[in-house]
Nanobody, 125 residues
Framework: QVQLVESGGGLVQPGDALKLTCAAS????????MGWFRQAPGKEREFVAT????????RYADSVKERFTISRDNAKNEVYLQMNDLKPEDTAIYYC??????????????????WGQGTQVTVSS
């Protein structure tokens, strides 16, 4: 049974950067499409970024384009989210998700079957 564990969250100031890591254990994510989502207090979980199983394709929410970068290292069984120029509105719990497959990128949370527990990111001055 594959498990996903996110790390790297924390409290930062506006304009700072953070890099989140999603580590998989108990199996491989090699042939899985991976995604990052976030959920702020009182709001629904929203799509942030997704990456193909090879890492060759990715897609981002408009709110994070040009600031966030998703990447993966299949040899390490890890996926990353580099977040630059963080804003207070980026404050949320960030979740990693995986779905077996080598097809199209997935931006809907309902289409991911495996989730991590989340890591808190707080952007505040």
């Amino acid at each position: 049974q594959v498990q996903l564990v996110e790390s790297g969250g924390g409290l930062v100031q506006p304009g700072d950067a953070l890099k989140l890591t999603c580590a998989a254990s108990g199996g491989t994510i090699y042939t899985s499409i991976m995604g990052w989502f976030r959920q702020a207090p009182g709001k629904e979980r929203e799509f942030v970024a997704t990456i193909s199983w090879t890492g060759g394709s990715s897609r981002y929410a408009d709110s994070v384009k040009e600031r966030f970068t998703i990447s993966r290292d299949n040899a390490k069984n890890e996926v990353y989210l580099q977040m630059n120029d963080l804003k207070p509105e980026d404050t949320a719990i960030y979740y990693c998700a995986a779905e077996r497959g080598t097809g199209v990128l997935i931006t809907s949370a309902r289409n991911y079957s495996l989730w991590g527990q989340g890591t808190q990111v707080t952007v505040s001055s």
